[in-house]
């Protein structure tokens, strides 16, 4: 496995957590006080899952789960928090602890994704949920009582089921891990009532000892996910929340679908996530997609149950390349090799941000993630939060509710306006955006000479429109000459000449400002009056049909008392790719064999009824088709190659690699 760098994050050790627990709280790179893993442990995790090494603060997560203390574990997504509830249950089992581990997940096709992986691995693993049918759940019941299942999956609903931690009890539960454990706190991007329930699981289970685990958390919502879970001197592990491998970029929105198609180019065969805010825009975009070429469907909560799992089976079968989709896909995808994620509208939170950016590059190797924005997003935001609140506040009105539940209501519709707020600051800087992130999640940022690498600023694709200053007067005083009684489209008509039968019927190409910016593009000329927007020169009213109008600050502007940067779209790029060196030393990777490898991996996962993925990740895959082995031996100390695995698939992988 490769090793991630140290997290930059200075966390205070034994800082003061919610509802007065006192925690030891450590970062990646530092000693958490977990103590030393036993060898036999790294020989589980060579022997399972073929890693001779640890990522920063898994060796203590993992340490913890081991002695049974309780711990609260905040790694990004694709920094191995699921190695840290898994290994325990094998270690344990070692030592002559028969009772069971159990671990809350939220999805379905989450829980049978990691347990397909785990048993492909040789790992005694099990999940019971509703898609099953009763003879299926029997069987894993019987497995349990034997002894024959290590670590257990379930919902929280069926966790929290009459009876359920009866039948638990009687057996023995060693450990409780609740994955998505940010779902717990009412201050998360993705808070779930259901989740909040897991707060009985202490009075359930008193001497168990529970393990929280999450890729997005802020200070705030790791005290209040401590306090609500009653975790007991939790070891508190938060590792950095950098992203080397990830390449953002955060592009204006001036004609989205020919943006998108620039990006696709780049990722042409690859597996690339594409966000959409409403159903309609998945609908239209992937069809779009189709006509164009590209292997696409849409994914939102509006499709049947039946339609959702054939897209999400694709996708995960790599037998389709593209997903639009709203946030409703993501949470239960465990495809390691997503190349892109595009949004094609801001999200409403640098958490949501974080969390679904982090769907790339989980193998570790480089991947994109592209955002396009605009002001007309956050109206977007703004108008559903303002309606799902008026709705809210009525039914609670509705039931009799007493001013506690409002005041917590107005509290809510106030954080969510403030993670908005934050959302908009970053899309809208020019601050590296790997700094950006570190720091929005309460982590210090170490500069790197040359800044990141790996983003647009950093990367100096940031481009500022030639003289904006002037063209920000031109539409300034586009504005008020029409009478500040129009919207960004027609304004823009007007600043660039266009000979429309409105604008004639109005009389507006007699005015000054007629043809001004003649020759511009209609959409760039939109994105500068929403950045105009956002500098404040222009506010955009409310109601049904909003107009721009003209503030002091633009007047201001107006009169060439100030500056005013403007960004410009990008120009095209080429796709950035990490070195052979970077990724396998001094080994070059030969593109022919790495595919014929793919094609095997998909023509064994078919057969089996598994996603590639659980055969053998990318990474995997191009270190075999680098370094070319040619014996079971060479072939074992490829990364990513466990016992099971070697025993089980080596002779055919080597059989693929040595005959050409």
């Not at 344990?92 to 009772?99: I, P, S």
């Amino acid at each position: 496995m490769r090793m991630d760098p140290p997290a930059s994050a200075q966390d205070a050790p034994g800082i003061a957590l919610a509802g007065g627990a006192a925690g030891t709280i450590a970062v990646a790179g530092a000693a958490a006080g977990a103590g030393a893993l036993d060898p036999l442990v790294m020989e589980d995790v060579r022997r399972v899952w073929g890693f001779d090494c640890l990522r920063p603060l898994q060796a203590e997560a993992i340490a913890a789960g081991i002695a049974g203390r309780d711990s609260l574990v905040v790694l990004p997504t694709g920094g191995g928090k699921s190695l840290c509830y898994q290994v325990p249950p094998l270690a344990a089992a070692r030592m002559g602890d028969v009772r069971i581990d159990v671990c809350v997940s939220p999805l379905i096709a989450l829980m049978k994704d990691q347990v397909d992986g785990l048993r492909t691995n040789g790992y005694p693993a099990a999940a019971l949920h509703s898609g099953m049918g009763a003879d299926e759940r029997d069987a894993v019941r019987r497995a349990v009582r034997a002894g024959e299942v290590r670590l257990l999956f379930v919902s929280p609903e069926r966790l929290l089921a009459p009876g359920f931690d009866a039948w638990l009890g009687s057996i023995g539960v060693r450990a409780i891990a609740i994955d998505e454990a940010h779902c717990v706190s009412q201050w998360g991007h993705d808070f779930r009532p259901e989740y909040r329930q897991l707060a009985r699981l202490r009075a359930a289970f008193p001497r168990v000892s529970i393990h929280a685990c999450t890729a997005t958390a802020t200070p705030r919502v790791r005290q209040d996910i401590v306090a609500q879970l009653e975790l007991r001197d939790p070891l508190v592990l938060v590792g950095s929340f950098d992203r080397p491998n990830l390449v953002y970029r955060v592009e204006p929105r001036v004609d989205g679908r020919r943006q998108l198609l620039e990006v696709l180019s780049r990722h042409r065969g690859d597996a690339v996530i594409v966000y959409c805010l409403s159903r309609k825009d998945t609908e239209g975009l992937a069809e779009f997609l189709r006509k164009d070429g590209f292997q696409a469907a849409c994914y939102h909560a509006g499709l049947a149950p039946e339609e959702r799992h054939r897209v999400q089976e694709a996708f995960a079968e790599e037998r389709l390349d593209v997903v639009v989709a709203t946030v409703a896909f993501g949470m239960g995808i465990d495809r390691s090799n997503v190349r892109a994620v595009v949004h094609m509208t801001m999200p409403k939170s640098v958490e949501h941000y974080q969390q679904e950016t982090g769907r790339a590059g989980r193998d570790g190797l480089e991947s994109e993630c592209v955002l396009f924005h605009s002001y007309a997003d956050v109206v977007k935001w703004q108008s559903i939060s303002e309606s799902s609140g008026a709705e809210a506040r009525d039914r609670l009105e509705a039931s009799g509710a007493d001013g506690d539940a409002i005041a917590s209501l107005d509290d809510s519709l106030a954080q969510g306006r403030a993670h908005l707020d934050a959302m908009q600051r970053m899309a809208g800087s020019a601050v590296c955006r790997h700094r950006w992130i570190v720091e929005h999640f309460g982590q210090a940022w170490t500069p790197r000479e040359g800044g990141c690498g790996a983003c647009d600023v950093c990367l100096g694709e940031v481009r500022m429109l030639p003289d904006s200053t002037t063209v920000a007067r031109k539409l300034l005083s586009a504005v008020v000459r029409t009478g500040q009684r129009y919207g960004a489209a027609y304004v823009a008509d007007v600043a660039r000449g266009a000979e429309t039968e409105e604008v004639a019927r109005r009389g507006h190409a007699s005015l000054p400002t007629y043809g001004a910016l003649r020759g511009e593009d209609r959409n760039v000329l939109v994105n500068c009056m929403f950045q105009l927007v956002e500098h404040g020169l222009l506010e955009r009213t409310d109601g049904e049909h909003p107009v721009l109008v003209i503030t002091p600050e633009g007047l201001r502007s107006l009169r060439g008392e100030v500056e005013v940067p403007l960004r410009a779209p990008p120009r095209g790029r080429g796709r950035r790719h990490a070195t052979a060196r970077e990724v396998h030393g001094a080994h070059e990777v030969d593109t022919a064999l790495f595919e014929r490898l793919r094609a095997l991996r998909r023509e064994l996962a078919s057969q089996r009824g598994v996603p590639p993925y659980v055969i053998f990740s990318d990474a995997t895959l191009l270190e075999m088709a680098a370094r070319k082995p040619s014996t079971l031996e060479e072939l074992a100390s490829v990364k990513g190659v466990g016992e099971r695995k070697l025993a089980d698939l080596g002779e055919t992988f080597l059989a693929a690699i040595t005959t050409g």
